[in-house]
């Protein structure tokens, strides 16, 4: 996907510090040269097409809740049928296919530990397939918010 | 569900608001609204007032201390890096002996190609590695270059790893923990 310099430039500047005020999008439109209504437009577009999943916060994980990485090992034939039941079950926020044998690999979210357990125990069993549960034990670089490589994408 | 009322999230340091009075119940439902996005509207803090019973005042000031003790890691917006074109997702998997795994996981922490890093538990027989790193690139043979540098730069040559392209993303959305899907 191309983006023009102005959508680049938003993506530039405001992947960590939006500002907290009462016109937020007038106040990026002001450092930027845009009115605020031609911020919220391109904000809304790059929602549409997907560039962007919201415009808000990233919760910390370890605070925010329960989260846990988990894989399972689906026959290839039935993948897309596994990856549709895992995205069935409540709290599932990412979920990729991976060249392994562990071929599906989805990170799930509860409140606590406790609900998390059971949901996971729930899903393993409809799944009756090997699961692996890796809790995170330790955290030492964890945020997307890193610069585009605008001329790597050209 | 104690820690989601925690005093921790709860804006009680703040001068402009009396803490007392802003509802615990309004804080949890701020956080719900918070984990589907802004509105995209002039006005995003007094829609999300409208919306949890809270004044903007308090919803700017309730953000403001989450991101001041860490709930909140970044606010702005949150990229789909895959419709970018950062479509060579590679999950880098290490056994790396116990004793080592801190100070490797710390050093691969600052490695500029590598966006997320972290320590998981072994599951043997079926899953001998403890360090994950990921790196997100334009093309899988950069990837793989990258990869070849992080080996020699830090000896590595002889440790097992294993290298989990992903080809497809089933879902990809922000973490609810106290939103329902």
């Given at each position: 996907m191309r983006l023009d310099a102005a959508d680049r430039q938003l993506i530039d500047s405001y992947q960590r510090s939006l500002p907290v005020c009462e016109r937020p999008y007038e106040e990026m439109g002001r450092t930027l040269g845009l009115t605020e209504e031609e911020v919220i437009q391109r904000l809304s577009a790059l929602q549409d097409q997907k560039v962007?999943?919201?415009?808000g916060p990233v919760f910390e994980h370890s605070q925010a809740g329960a989260s846990l990485l988990a894989a399972v090992a689906a026959p290839e034939e039935q993948m897309d049928l596994v990856a549709a039941r895992i995205n069935r079950?409540?709290?599932?926020?990412h979920n990729y296919a991976r060249?392994?044998?562990?071929n599906l690999w989805f990170v799930m979210t509860a409140p606590d530990n406790e609900l998390l357990e059971e949901h996971l125990d729930e899903l393993e069993k409809e799944l009756k397939l090997p699961m692996l549960r890796l809790p995170m034990v330790e955290g030492y670089h964890i945020d997307l918010g890193f610069d585009i490589d605008w001329e790597a994408l050209s | 569900m104690s820690q989601l009322f925690s005093?921790?999230?709860?804006?009680?340091?703040?001068?402009?608001?009396d803490a007392t009075k802003v509802s615990a119940w309004g804080l949890l439902r701020l956080r719900q609204q918070l984990e589907q996005g802004l509105p995209l509207v002039p006005r995003p803090y007094r829609v999300l007032a409208e919306r949890t019973g809270l004044s903007e005042q308090e919803v700017m000031d309730a953000i403001t201390q989450w991101q001041s003790n860490g709930l909140i890691k970044r606010l702005g917006l949150v990229v789909k890096h895959r419709t970018l074109?950062?479509?060579?997702?590679a999950m880098v998997v290490w056994d790396i002996p116990d004793e080592q795994v801190q100070a490797l996981g710390k050093a691969m922490a600052d490695?500029?190609?590598?966006t997320l890093c972290y320590q998981r538990p072994r599951r043997l027989p079926d899953w001998p590695y403890n360090l994950f790193c990921m790196i997100h690139g334009t093309n899988r043979e950069r990837v793989l270059a990258q990869l070849d540098s992080l080996i020699a730069g830090h000896n590595l040559q002889h440790i097992q790893y294993a290298v989990l392209f992903s080809n497809k993303a089933y879902r990809q959305r922000g973490g609810r923990y106290v939103s329902h899907d």
């Open positions: 962007l999943s919201r415009v079950a409540p709290g599932v926020n060249e392994h044998t562990y | 005093a921790d999230y709860l804006p009680m340091d703040s001068p402009d608001s074109g950062y479509t060579a997702n490695v500029p190609f590598i």
